[in-house]
């Protein structure tokens, strides 16, 4: 049973940095599969932020990319997300998950389904 | 805007048989990229329904399929239950922009 569960503070300021976690349980993250983040604002669609390796490879979505930083940790087997100089169109539930059940190769992972996800942790942006 | 198009709401009554298309272009769907459905209940992460065009993971009931055509691709619902009731989304894959996953903005499913 593969369980995703982010992690990180749910209120952070204009102009900072969101940091969060997605612990991965009951599967290695070294598995050579990929992993992504995706938020949901209130009331809104899904919007992808970015899918990566356990090897460090990384895609980001064109329209966030310059305030996205992703990393993997393969000692703790989870992986993170930071994203800079956050306003209120950040505010969001954010959700980490597994690009499966199909395997894919560099940026194929990209068309890949999610077939894991974590819970979700809303992230509120407020001074 | 979403790069795919979904209708806002759609509605059936029970035992019925529902769609929700999801309208793409050339970068998308039209280049044959796969298209998976997700099905979210309220407060819930959204949970893979259909992958790769027309397949089920194991355990999601076979009244729901998927299917495309052309620009566009299409989810099915039979025999319409009220735990049907829920938001589905539709992602594919986009070349644009050095290639980005995208989604559709999402259907609400009504069940009358």
Redesign the interface.
């Known amino acids: 049973q593969v369980i995703l569960q982010e992690s990180g503070p749910g209120l952070v300021k204009p102009s900072e940095t969101l940091s969060l976690t997605c612990v991965v349980s009951g599967f290695p993250i070294t598995s050579g599969y990929y992993w ?1 983040w995706i938020r949901q604002p209130p009331g ?5 932020i970015g ?1 990566m390796s356990h090897g460090g490879t990384t ?1 980001h ?2 329209s966030l990319k310059s305030r996205v930083t992703t990393s993997v940790d393969t000692s703790k087997n989870q992986f993170s997300l930071n994203l800079s100089s956050v306003t209120a169109a950040d505010m969001a539930v954010y ?1 980490c998950a597994r690009h499966g ?2 395997t894919a190769w560099g ?1 194929r992972w ?6 894991y ?4 942790t809303l992230v509120t942006v407020s001074s | 805007q ?1 790069v795919l198009t979904q209708p806002p709401s759609v509605s059936g009554a029970p035992g019925q048989r529902v769609t929700i298309s999801c309208t793409g272009s050339s970068s998308n769907i039209g280049a044959r ?2 298209v ?1 459905w ?1 099905q979210q209940l309220p407060g ?5 329904l259909i ?2 065009d027309n397949n089920r ?1 194991s355990g999601v009931p076979d009244r729901f399929s998927g299917s495309t055509s052309g620009t566009s691709a299409s989810l099915a619902i039979t025999g319409l239950q009220p735990e049907d009731e829920a938001d589905y ?1 539709c ?3 986009d070349t644009s ?10 259907t609400k499913l009504t069940v009358l």
């Open positions: 992504g809104k669609g899904l919007e992808w899918s895609y979505n064109p959700y059940p199909r940026l990209l068309q890949i389904s999610y077939d996800w974590g819970q979700g | 979403s990229f796969d998976h997700y819930t992460a959204p949970k893979l992958y790769g993971p989304y992602q594919s894959y922009l050095s290639g980005s996953v995208v989604f559709g903005g999402g």
